[in-house]
């Protein structure tokens, strides 16, 4: 699986696109073991963690960051669609919303 790099975020099933790219447009940004996400208020910087598990490969992830003056905190995880330039998985805020999210290679242009 190759995750580094950015990434758009396409759908949500808790938040609507309005809301996604309310301040910025919704991103998530991989390095080898690290990363950032952005969406609607939020903004979170991630420890991240590639394993496989059953046979899939997934992309672990903790975060913490803000939504809007609150401090946020929590976890999810990624894993590759057939698409390569695609990925899905969950986002869960402890002791708060959590939803399936899907996100998209951003194409280099050229």
């Known amino acids: 699986m190759v995750y580094v790099g950015r990434w758009r975020i396409t759908e949500t099933s808790a938040w609507g696109n309005e809301y996604l790219d309310e301040t910025e447009e919704a991103s998530v940004e991989f390095t080898k073991d690290s990363g950032t996400m952005m969406f609607g208020s939020v903004h979170i910087e ?3 963690v590639k394993e496989e598990i059953g046979g899939t490969e997934i992309l672990g992830y903790s975060f913490t960051g803000n939504d ?4 946020v905190y929590g976890w999810g995880w990624f894993h590759q669609t057939q698409n390569k330039d695609e990925m899905e998985g969950k986002i869960y805020f402890r002791y708060g919303e959590s939803s399936e999210i899907k996100i998209a290679r951003y194409k280099k242009v050229c």
């Open 68 to 71: 809007e003056d609150d401090e």
């Open 46 to 48: 991630m420890d991240v």
